[in-house]
């Protein structure tokens, strides 16, 4: 017990130092979160209420107008428009995920495997492509998928697409923008998973004859679902809100929810509605961050995973 005037001891100095460094390391991240972060959202979520007014500027008095219009309902009745670009985000976002961690699981454990001195080579080549502004790289599978190009004049010999239609724009472009655009972040959380990769119970299990599908589910996949969780929620999340790929690889053909927020405050002038938009990307946000976890930890055997 302290008494006023005592003399403050060295394990209460060093308390206060801890304190003071603690508070002088957090303070800046903290107030970057909540400026960049907490005001935006929280202004979101106030315009979200409000009445659209002229020039689709948000005004007085609060309703429930825009999120009303997000579900379809207008003034001419229901339609479906709005909700089939949400099942578009949806599925495009689960396909192209799917696609990704196929394609990532065998590029991650084929890097490890290869000698070290290798492995900072293999690794920079997969990411280097993200480096490039994603505008460019999207005009650059513009003119690998348009009318007369190889890529397309083999999908018409083989009867995918009808003659000079080319395979862009479509929602073929687009699933494989994704694809090409998130697989860097798939393939790196899987890169560090694989190098702590326990190959003694690989090999117990090739031991016990399992089938190389089941020593991968029983072995391989357990320890690797830490990696796999991680870059799911980079593909997922990202993807579920896509602008750019979209934008110009869809052509109008695969607009997604990035590009209906970014139409409301933009080309169709309505605030509310856009803002009703990005707090239904949140929600949809926070429910794919939980369902994750829940997942994990029911693969993980009761173990929580982090995330």
């Known amino acids: 017990m302290s008494y006023p005037g005592a003399v403050p001891t060295a394990r209460s100095r060093a308390m206060v130092r801890e304190t003071r460094h603690l508070l002088f390391t957090v303070t800046p991240g903290a107030l970057w979160i909540f400026i960049f972060l907490v005001l935006p959202s929280a202004y979101l979520m106030g315009v979200a209420f409000m009445t659209n007014g002229p020039y689709g500027l948000p005004q007085m008095p609060l309703s429930l107008d825009s999120f009303e219009r997000l579900a379809g309902v207008g003034f001419l009745g229901w339609s479906p428009g709005n909700l089939y670009t949400l099942l578009r985000s949806l599925w495009q976002t689960l396909v192209s995920t799917l696609l990704v961690v196929i394609i990532a699981y065998p590029v991650a454990y084929y890097i490890t ?67 090409y655009n998130f697989l860097p972040f798939m393939v790196l959380p899987l890169y560090a998973a694989f190098e702590k990769l326990d190959t003694a119970q690989v090999q117990a299990a090739q031991d016990l004859y399992a089938s190389p599908v089941r020593a991968f589910w029983h072995a391989v996949f357990p320890q690797t679902l830490p990696g796999l969780l991680a870059g799911t929620v980079l593909v997922a999340i990202p993807a579920f809100g896509m602008y750019v790929i979209p934008e110009l690889l869809g052509g109008g053909k695969g607009m997604m929810l990035g590009n209906l927020v970014a139409n409301q405050f933009a080309g169709s002038s309505n605030w509310p509605l856009g803002a009703a938009g990005a707090i239904l990307m949140l929600i949809a946000t926070f429910i794919g961050l939980f369902a994750m976890r829940r997942i994990g930890k029911r693969l993980g055997g009761g173990e929580e995973v982090v995330i």
């Open 113 to 179: 495997t290869c000698r070290e001195k290798w492995r900072p080579i293999l690794l920079l080549l997969v990411v280097v492509p993200s480096w490039t502004n994603q505008v460019i790289r999207a005009f650059g599978w513009m003119n690998l998928l348009a009318p007369g190009t190889p890529l397309s004049s083999l999908a018409e010999s083989l009867g995918l697409v009808a003659p000079n239609m080319g395979l862009y724009p479509s929602n073929f472009a687009v699933t494989l923008g994704l694809i």
